[in-house]
Structure formats: structure tokens, C-alpha cells
């Protein structure tokens, strides 16, 4: 028996989330599931980084589970991706470490939230972004993004995933970067609150529509008792890119 670390991707549109819950539920955890079941595992819960929301879609998901597997690693990947439905993947297959938990051996996770800048419709682009038009103004934005860097309290952004959790987190990386037909918003800390990625591009897009100054999300953060009422981005413009461990280099 050998614990196996696994890198995923999802497209999350047709998931109501990764954590498995009841029966007829599809979810991503059910179907990687499933999948082991069918190469002999015989598990009860395979462990991961995070728990994504209904939609949000992921490029670098990790999970781990043990498995008796007489076969190469490189064969492992493949009979899981033959077991597996088109919207999820297994892009990459190790052994684990001693001791390794894909969620609480994590040092970083990186986040990217799209938007789209367009007039009318893109059924295809908006799969996977938020259209937002007329175009934002991206320079408040990042002045905006800047305040989040560092180690605060953002209880007004979200709450903690465990019941009477805290609510510091330390940001590393927050950025918004121009794009051909929009921007994306590239967002790294050590954990993050639920639903803080779409509350923190909601506000900064409200920013940028000139509708809230910068400053308010410094106040925001200065205030992690006063919650955001506003509506989160989308789920389906935003993607679980990479969960960063210590023996692995920053993106």
C-alpha cells in the first residue's frame, strides 16, 4: 500500500462543487472516486487542498489517497483518466512524502479570476470568464489589489471554513494584469476564506467601474467586522491554478 499525491483539473460548470455530498449529487470528489474504485481502492474519503465551490473550475487541485497498485506511477494516471468523464483530469501522478497532506502540508495557493470586456455575448468565452462591460478601469483596481498584500484580517470578505475559525490570512501575490479581450486577477496567500476570491474581485470590479474609491477596500480590511453586502464574481471565472508545498519552487 502506497500514498499517491495527484494534480487535477476540472471544468467546474457541471460540478456542484468538489466536496462529495448526497446520493445523484455530482460533484468532483464523487467522480475521482469512483474512478479509484474502479482500480481497487478501497478507501473511504480521498483528502485534498480545498473544497471549490459549484462552478469554479482548476488547473492544480491536489489530492492524495492510498492505493495497492502493482503498476508503474505513469500507468496509474492513465487508468485513472480512462475511468474518468471528460471535465476532469489527472495531470500528473507521485508518491507522496511521509507525513503528507495535500491541504495541511500547503504553503500557497494560487488563484485566477477572468473577466471579459466585450459588448455582447461570447456564450464560449463566458464559460470560464465574467463579462463585465463597459471595460473596468484596471489602474484603481490594482491600486485596490495592493491593499491586500500582507498578513490582515478579511472577515469582510468571507468566513472561516471550520466553524469558529479565524479569519487572518497572509497575501503574497494580488495582481491584475490587462489581456487581450479582458483581465485576470491573479491572487496567492496561504489559505483563503469562503468565497474571498469572488467577494475580493466583486469589490475591485466596483472599484473600477468608479462606483467605489480604492480606499474602501483598505477600509474593508481595516474593519473585518463590517461584511461586504455585495454580490461575489461569478464562480465561473475563477480557477484553483497551483498549490504551492516546500519542496516546490513559486509559481
Same mark, same amino acid.
Given at each position: 500500500?502506497?500514498?499517491?499525491?495527484?494534480i487535477?483539473?476540472?471544468d467546474?460548470?457541471?460540478?456542484?462543487?468538489?466536496?462529495?455530498?448526497?446520493?445523484?449529487?455530482?460533484?468532483?470528489?464523487?467522480?475521482?472516486?469512483?474512478?479509484?474504485?474502479?482500480?481497487?481502492?478501497?478507501?473511504?474519503?480521498i483528502?485534498?487542498?480545498?473544497?471549490?465551490?459549484?462552478?469554479?473550475?482548476?488547473?492544480?487541485?491536489?489530492?492524495?489517497?492510498?492505493?495497492?497498485?502493482?503498476?508503474?506511477?505513469?500507468? %496509474?494516471?492513465?487508468?485513472?483518466?480512462a475511468?474518468?468523464?471528460?471535465? #476532469?483530469s /489527472?495531470? =500528473?501522478?507521485? &508518491? $507522496?512524502?511521509?507525513?503528507?497532506?495535500?491541504?495541511?502540508?500547503?504553503?500557497?495557493?494560487?488563484?485566477?479570476?477572468?473577466?471579459?470586456?466585450?459588448?455582447?455575448?461570447?456564450?464560449?468565452?463566458e464559460?470560464?470568464?465574467?463579462?463585465?462591460?463597459?471595460?473596468?478601469?484596471?489602474?484603481?483596481?490594482?491600486?485596490a489589489?495592493?491593499?491586500?498584500?500582507?498578513?490582515?484580517?478579511?472577515?469582510?470578505?468571507?468566513?472561516?471554513?471550520?466553524?469558529?475559525?479565524?479569519?487572518?490570512?497572509?497575501?503574497?501575490?494580488?495582481?491584475?494584469?490587462?489581456?487581450?479581450?479582458?483581465?485576470?486577477?491573479?491572487?496567492?496567500?496561504?489559505?483563503? %476564506?469562503?468565497?474571498?476570491?469572488?467577494?475580493?474581485?466583486?469589490?475591485? #470590479?466596483? /472599484?473600477? =467601474?468608479?462606483? &467605489? $474609491?480604492?480606499?474602501?477596500?483598505?477600509?474593508?480590511i481595516?474593519?473585518?467586522?463590517?461584511?461586504?453586502?455585495?454580490?461575489?464574481?461569478?464562480?465561473?471565472?475563477?480557477?484553483?491554478?497551483?498549490?504551492v508545498?516546500?519542496?516546490?519552487?513559486?509559481?
Amino acid at each position: 500500500m502506497a500514498t499517491y499525491k495527484a494534480i487535477i483539473a476540472y471544468d467546474g460548470t457541471d460540478f456542484e462543487g468538489f466536496q462529495r455530498l448526497g446520493p445523484g449529487r455530482r460533484t468532483v470528489q464523487g467522480v475521482l472516486e469512483q474512478a479509484l474504485a474502479k482500480l481497487g481502492w478501497q478507501g473511504t474519503s480521498i483528502l485534498a487542498a480545498g473544497r471549490t465551490d459549484a462552478g469554479v473550475h482548476a488547473r492544480g487541485q491536489v489530492v492524495s489517497f492510498d492505493l495497492e497498485w502493482k503498476h508503474g506511477i505513469e500507468v %496509474l494516471g492513465v487508468a485513472l483518466n480512462a475511468h474518468l468523464p471528460g471535465d #476532469v483530469s /489527472v495531470r =500528473r501522478v507521485t &508518491l $507522496a512524502g511521509p507525513g503528507f497532506h495535500p491541504r495541511f502540508s500547503a504553503r500557497w495557493r494560487c488563484y485566477r479570476y477572468s473577466l471579459l470586456s466585450a459588448p455582447v455575448r461570447d456564450p464560449l468565452a463566458e464559460r470560464y470568464a465574467w463579462r463585465v462591460w463597459p471595460a473596468p478601469d484596471l489602474a484603481p483596481m490594482q491600486a485596490a489589489a495592493t491593499m491586500a498584500l500582507g498578513e490582515h484580517d478579511f472577515g469582510a470578505f468571507g468566513a472561516a471554513p471550520i466553524t469558529g475559525g479565524h479569519t487572518r490570512r497572509q497575501v503574497r501575490l494580488a495582481r491584475w494584469m490587462g489581456e487581450r479581450e479582458g483581465a485576470a486577477f491573479e491572487i496567492e496567500a496561504n489559505a483563503f %476564506l469562503h468565497r474571498m476570491v469572488r467577494r475580493i474581485v466583486a469589490v475591485m #470590479v466596483e /472599484v473600477g =467601474r468608479g462606483d &467605489l $474609491a480604492a480606499s474602501q477596500v483598505g477600509w474593508l480590511i481595516e474593519h473585518p467586522d463590517r461584511s461586504w453586502a455585495g454580490k461575489a464574481a461569478p464562480a465561473r471565472g475563477l480557477c484553483l491554478e497551483a498549490v504551492v508545498y516546500d519542496e516546490e519552487a513559486s509559481l
